[in-house]
């Protein structure tokens, strides 16, 4: 593992400005610099970096980090490649390491550094049996000759690695002497069947390698090349794999989507194949699985326009619908979500093979909204001239607007609701129990920010200055009642700055968010990092130090108070009858 002392000495030396402008151009604005958002499409520039505090963070998309965490999120390295790319640039040498382990690990309790140093190995064998199928493609004169037949290149099936797994039970046992190895079942390349005995999962199949955003193989999936079922096997669930998070070609098409301001989500992956040979690159693919909130989600970090593409069929239809399901919760005020429906018997593939590319992006240009979409669907059957069919389209969008938290979506979609139905605006949000909000939006519904904990404050606070924690009411934090993710993140990042005394002679800890890289805590200490993109030397900061201590404390005697009026006067003790009484004279 590489001590956190040398991650600390290496992001002190490396200027975060020079690592970001060797990739994406930046214009300064005041102490910080800015720019469009390298891992989405923005046309307003909300990339912020800091040449103070040492990181980076977008208000559109969220992305946040240090310079090491750019070379792993933007140049796709992994966390040890991205050390040792900074180092090499500033004349550090990194110490010798036992293990690929990535940092944030140690800390976490159930051996979860043991299972990241065997995340490594499992990659590992990722690899052998990607280079395998690759070898076993170029023997293969059948499984070239049908991708011939389904118009690939070669130079096309090597930019995606595509490979063939033979038939045959045991084929994977020419390159693993250990056949019976536990890391082939793990990764799902080997299935184990009756008594034990382990068999190829893929067999007779065009293989296509799958890449997480890192762009590390992951999983595989397998085309048959005749009128065999399954058409298409997946790799199952692993460790490394999970086909709801996961998107075919997305690290691929990162660059390409930017460049195009859009994503083409389509279902198979010799659509993404085909439509990248003609010349859109822009274009992923689930996995075999229905589209879901996560990978809606991780589509809109990285464009503002996103295109689901699916057969004109009933059961294109269905697919599109459950995908605008799972986007109405992840959908944001300034994104577009389209749905484009191709004519009937055709897909991504039959159909720019047939027309070309400007057809198929002329197609594009012309995909249903999901407003439209949405009204559509849930028009379809019913009759709109009568009372009756018009109550059943509010009943059965209620559910669905219910979920939309863009608050002009809402509005929008509210009002087109209200023309249809032919009830008012003031009545349907009485009837789907809208609040209305006070704010520019006459209507429509959004929910207001808490105000900022203690908890978070300190965190704040620790981040931009580790050296308050040598200040920290230890005893307060302790007896504090509740148990929530704030302070579970805080706590950690205590421990953080107590077991490394280095950090605490810096006036910002940069390594402490690339130390939490894999923990549950990151997305919150992120945030909390990102809040203090503004403070300067003008914030007092023993006073809000100070504050939140205050307001921590006047929480915690609140809690103890509402604890000792749970009790009846009769079960009170009389130490505790004066705690009581010193309780409600301190609050008020």
Known sequence: MIPQSFIQGLLNRVDIVDVIERHVPLRKAGTNYITCCPFHSEKTPSFTVSPTKQFYHCFGCGAHGSAVGFMMEYVGMDFVEAVNALASRVGMQVPVQKKDVRPGMSDFKGGRQDKENSSQDLFEVM?????????????SKRAIAYLKERGLTGETAARFAIGYAPTGWKNLAEIFPDYQSQKLLEVGVVSEGEKGKHYDRFRDRIIFPILNQKGRIVGFGGRVLEQNEPKYLNSPETQLFEKGSELYNLFAARRAIRDAEKV?????????????????AYVVATLGTATTAHHVRKLLRQTDNVVFCFDGDDAGR????????????QFVDGKNISFLFLPEGEDPDSYVRKFGKGAFEKLINQALPLSIFLFQWLSEGINLQTSEGRAKLVQDAKP?????????????????????SGISQDELEELLQIKRISSSLPRGRISRPNPISPCRWLTQVLLHDPGYVSRLDRKLLSEHGENTEE??????????????????????????????????????????????????????????????????????????????????????????????????????
């Open 400 to 420: 669905l607007l219910a979920q939309v938290v863009a608050p002009i979506l809402a509005l929008m979609l509210l009002k087109r609701l209200a023309e249809l």
């Open 264 to 280: 083409i989500v389509v279902e198979g992956y010799m659509d993404v194949v085909v439509l990248s040979q003609y010349g859109i």
């Open 487 to 588: 302070m579970a993140a805080l706590v950690a990042l205590i421990e953080f700055i107590d077991t490394h005394p280095h950090v605490e002679e810096n006036t910002a800890i940069p390594s402490a968010i690339t130390y939490f890289y894999n923990s549950p805590h990151r997305a919150l200490l992120e945030k909390a990092e990102s809040a203090t993109l503004s403070w300067d030397n003008a914030i007092d900061l023993e006073a809000e130090f100070n504050g939140a201590l205050t307001r921590l404390q006047e929480i915690q005697r609140k809690q103890r108070m509402t604890e000792l009026q749970n009790k009846s006067l009769s079960a009170l003790t009389s130490d505790e009858k004066q705690e009581l009484q010193r309780l409600a004279v301190l609050l008020g």
């Open 127 to 139: 690899n052998i049996v990607t280079r395998f199928y690759r070898e076993q493609l170029k023997g």
């Open 318 to 329: 269905k697919a599109a619908w459950r995908a605008l399901e799972n986007s109405l919760a």
